[in-house]
């Protein structure tokens, strides 16, 4: 544990897991202790279990602090699909349990009126966009508000609560036209646009491009405050209600050059535009704008970065502060000296599923004199204070926690957090920010989990090939015994840039629980070790981080209770091109499972749902370059592959089309090397982390299963190739 942390992580500590403040000074500690007050009856982790869990999505805190409204996102197993629904507690911890506010299956969303009279809330249904109701405090039935055909969702409050700001993608002069004849069959796309799909949603349709409307919360007909065919998105009223903030990309050819969000304001009476003109552009940067939020004087702070040249693989995102006379803010870097991410997590497969909620927080406290937000930071997100004219960063929760969602109330003080560990998937906290002191309220797990044992979860930073600190954790299984030799599984996570840490991997538990030591490492190229450490791999990916992974490997070899002849890999996404990459490499693993990765660079060049058109990845394209392109490419080292293979993709995934596993699948299958193909319909990039659940606890098994045959020896058959079986063409 970090020593400017230990204080307040031994306080935090106490709340999540009752009695382990003294123990939490040592990272495993946490799940030995609730390993200790579990009954006999308890058991390991196991693939179904994924059916148990439940999470906490998008928390929302009223604005006087004394409720707090959240997602509630369970698993409907007759339906193998996910169920929403909106819960209430209150945000002083003075109920043990919520209670139910909506019976929908598919509500998300919430979002309190000024007053904290009312509820705004978004409800879809099977096969219809979602619309947005109106659900009164005081008891009732929820109102539905609009009735759009493209559907409405990101609501937000008019600062008098008189109207409704939100986002559709409803075309008028298409989807009001009844009469108009439907063809039976769908017509062929033209398409023009080097991005024309996009992972997990499909096709992008131009005609319906997402703008902003109003509604007036007594009712009556939406009003639609933008055109043309650029989207926006995230609409927020200024404080004095004269006009809608909102982000977008208004280039004609964005592929062509590095992401660039502006900020904009819209009138929202067109009839009587603010200052004699309906629409504003705000904040003008090279570069993005993501969250974003302005304080009572008109200061506008954001998270985002400005663009360098030549790009870079890596940006990392900083505060920027916009001050000025209206409208065109000129913005500053607040964050430069804090080499970290600003609105940073990490990643976990036990994010919800659903229900939203997962971006960064960001609120001005009730002075102006500070921001609150989200920051990342070695492998934790943690909620932290900024000050406004220095840039001090003030951490409000500890470095041995995930802070996977937050909301706080409309002056900073008081927060709804959702909070994780290596040993509890997310769980509903209270803080206050000015004595950061954290009051646990529910969760929604702690029954199953009271008769599951966990493995124990440690951390530990070993130094690479260059004297570069590394930092990873070892799950043991439970019932650790140091004198045993155990199996191990490297873990490897994708982005490449994002960051495994302290939050909660159930694949992690379910390996550990069937008897593998699992290691998970952040190398160079992962988040939240500052700018230099993350764009260090660009041009050179696969790379040097493979030496990281491999010098973790020998590191935990090195303990003395891991059998070196049984050792497994396996990664997705970037995980799953390091995966191919590394067996190509090295004999040293028994066996690897590469889950939606990339085996061909130039194939995923011309094939991905985005572009490599920018010199990010690459310094030029394929046709310019081939070499590059094959050199990092895992298919071409196949012939030196003598390790196990299982694949594993979804056949709807965009982001690295199936075809790179088909690649590595018939290049070894020609050798007649093992290998085998998992292929999940209409599943995309997320299969792992929001798939349907059954496919989810089948690709869990099929992992184990492989690692099983191959490091432990278990008579697995399902994976033989058939003998006497004659599909190919006839001869």
């Known amino acids: 544990m970090r020593a400017d942390h230990a204080v307040a992580a031994l306080a935090l500590a106490a709340l999540l897991i009752p009695g382990a403040a003294a123990a939490a000074a040592k990272p495993a500690a946490p799940a030995a202790k609730a390993a200790a007050g579990r009954t006999a009856a308890s058991r390991p982790m196991r693939e179904d279990d994924l059916l148990r869990l439940e999470w906490i999505a998008d928390p929302r805190i009223s604005p ?33 349990a919520p209670r139910s506010l909506t019976g ?26 979602g619309q947005i109701y109106l659900l009164s405090m005081e008891g009732g039935e929820a109102f539905q508000l609009t009735r759009l055909a493209g559907g409405a969702g990101s609501p937000t409050w008019s600062p008098d609560g008189k109207t409704i700001a939100f986002t559709s993608g409803t075309n008028p002069a298409l989807d009001s036209d009844s009469t108009r004849a439907k063809p039976k069959h769908d017509p062929g796309r033209v398409v023009t646009r080097p991005v024309f799909r996009l992972n997990g949603q499909g096709f992008i349709d ?16 939406p009003r639609q405050l933008t055109t043309g065919r650029f989207d926006e998105g995230e609409p927020r009223w200024s404080h004095d209600g004269r006009w809608i903030y909102f982000v977008s990309d208004r280039r004609d050819e964005p592929w062509f050059s590095p992401d660039d969000q502006n900020l904009y304001a819209v009138a929202p009476d067109l009839a009587k535009p603010a200052d004699g003109a309906a629409m504003k552009t705000v904040i003008d940067i090279d570069g993005p704008i993501g969250q974003y939020t302005e304080a009572a004087d008109g200061r506008i702070a954001a998270i985002g970065w400005f663009a360098t040249s030549p790009p870079r693989s890596y940006d990392q995102d900083d505060l920027l502060l916009a001050e000025g006379p209206w409208p065109r803010r000129k913005p500053r870097n607040l964050t430069a000296e804090y080499d970290f991410d600003i609105g940073g997590g990490i990643i976990s497969d036990q994010h919800p599923p659903r229900g939203g909620g997962g971006g960064a927080p960001l609120a001005w406290t009730d002075d102006g004199r500070a921001i609150v937000t989200r920051v990342g930071r070695h492998g934790a997100s943690m909620l932290a204070r900024i000050d406004a004219a220095s840039g001090e960063v003030t951490e409000l929760t500890d470095g041995q926690h995930e802070v996977v969602s937050a909301n706080g109330t409309p002056d900073a003080r008081r927060w709804a957090l959702v909070m994780g560990d290596p040993t509890h998937p997310g769980v509903l906290c209270a803080l206050d920010a000015e004595t950061r002191t954290v009051t646990r309220l529910w ?24 004297g570069t600190r590394i930092e990873a954790w070892i799950v043991k299984p439970p019932g650790f ?71 973790g490997v020998d590191s935990l ?23 191919n990459w590394i067996i190509g490499h090295t004999d040293r693993f028994a066996a690897a499972v590469s889950e939606r990765p990339v085996a061909d660079w130039a194939s995923f060049y011309y094939s991905a749902d985005f572009t490599l058109f920018t010199p990010t ?4 394209p394929p046709y310019e370059d081939p070499n590059e392109y094959r050199e990092r490419s895992p298919v071409t080292y196949a012939a030196s592959i003598h390790t196990p293979l299982m ?61 099983d045959k191959y490091l432990l020896g278990k008579p697995v058959t399902e994976y033989d190739l058939p003998r006497g079986n004659a599909h190919g063409p006839a001869h």
């Open 64 to 96: 006087d602090g004394t409720r707090i409204v959240f997602t509630r996102v369970t698993v409907d197993t007759a339906a193998d699909n996910y169920r929403t629904s909106l819960w209430i507690i209150a945000g002083d911890g003075s109920t043990a």
């Open 104 to 129: 929908g299956a598919h509500d998300s969303q919430p979002r309190w009126s000024p007053d904290g009279r009312t509820l705004a809330f978004v409800r879809g249904s099977e096969g219809k966009p």
């Open 206 to 221: 131009p005609d319906h491009p997402d703008h902003l409307w109003t509604i007036a919360v007594a009712g009556g007909t």
């Open 443 to 466: 969760d929604p797990n702690q029954t199953f989990m009271a008769g599951i044992t966990l493995g124990g979860v440690e951390e530990f930073w070993y130094t690479s090939f260059d």
């Open 481 to 551: 015994d140091a004198r045993k030799k155990y199996p191990a599984i490297l873990e490897i996570h994708g982005g490449p840039h994002t960051a495994y840490g302290t939050g909660f991997f159930h694949e992690f538990q379910q390996l550990a629980g069937a008897g593998y030591v699992v290691l998970y490492t952040n190398p160079r190229g992962s988040t939240t070790y500052g700018q230099a450490f993350g764009n260090i791999i660009q041009y050179r990916y696969p790379g040097d981080d493979v030496r990281d992974l491999m010098i």
């Open 557 to 579: 070899i090195a303990r003395g209770y891991v059998d070196p002849k049984r050792l497994g890999v396996t990664g997705g996404s970037g995980g799953g091109l390091l995966t």
């Open 617 to 620: 990845w690459f310094r030029k």
């Open 647 to 707: 694949l594993v993709d979804g056949e709807e995934d965009w982001r690295t089309p199936f075809g790179q596993s088909e690649a590595m699948f018939r290049t070894l299958a020609q050798q007649r090397k093992p290998v085998v193909m998992i292929r999940f319909p209409n599943e995309s990039h997320e299969l792992t982390r929001s798939g349907l659940p059954s496919h989810r606890v089948q690709n869990q098994h099929h992992l184990k299963a492989w690692f």
